[in-house]
């Protein structure tokens, strides 16, 4: 028997009779990242229970829990959501396809490029929270100030992308690659 034998044996020995490192239960990979999730939701519950939280402003996890189930049951979470969706989509319609529109016509025309693109490159640097104090006193706040706002926010990276995209003079096929990667990165990001 050669020495590698002997300590192959002697680890096998170890392992039927329970010596050596005893096996400790390991938490599985997927499940770190829900460990300060849920510290964070156990706080804020003793919190409410407490009453340390405002229970208007900060209602309890368990309360949103049995709220989110109440809406469901009753379906005016069905109502909620098809309206939300309808102000999302509308909203991303209107920004893209404004964006895409002025992208390109910013990115083939050199006149317009100079005349509309420092512009529009100003009003991207704003950030949408601070608009919001204006759409509502301009519009309300009902859905067109919503809508609107959602436009806003999808507009940018869309004319953006765009911009940069048409810009690439396809004098070439060989371009046109480059460019479509360009404008498929500005729907993702938009």
Not at 140 to 158: D, M, Q, W
């Amino acid at each position: 028997m050669s020495l590698n034998d002997v300590t192959l044996q002697s680890k096998a020995n170890e392992k039927e009779m329970g010596m050596g490192r005893e096996r400790h239960w390991r938490m599985p990979n997927w499940l770190y990242g829900w460990v300060l999730p849920g510290i964070i939701l156990a706080l804020w519950e003793v919190g409410s229970a407490l009453g340390l939280l405002s229970d208007s402003a900060l209602p309890a996890p368990s309360r949103i829990a049995r709220t989110f189930w109440q809406l469901c049951v009753t379906g005016d979470m069905t109502q909620h959501l098809t309206t939300s969706t309808i102000r999302a989509s509308g909203g991303f319609l209107l920004g893209a396809a404004t964006g895409l529109i002025l992208g390109v016509f910013t990115g083939l025309g050199k006149w317009a490029e100079q005349t509309l693109d420092p512009t529009i490159q100003m009003l991207r640097t704003v950030p949408l929270l601070a608009v919001i104090p204006l759409f509502i006193l301009w519009f309300g706040v009902g859905e067109l100030s919503k809508v609107l706002l959602i436009a806003i926010g999808s507009f940018f990276p869309l004319y953006f992308h765009t911009h940069l995209g048409s810009a690439v003079r396809i004098e070439s096929f060989m371009r046109l690659p480059a460019s479509c990667n360009i404008l498929s990165s500005g729907f993702y990001a938009g």
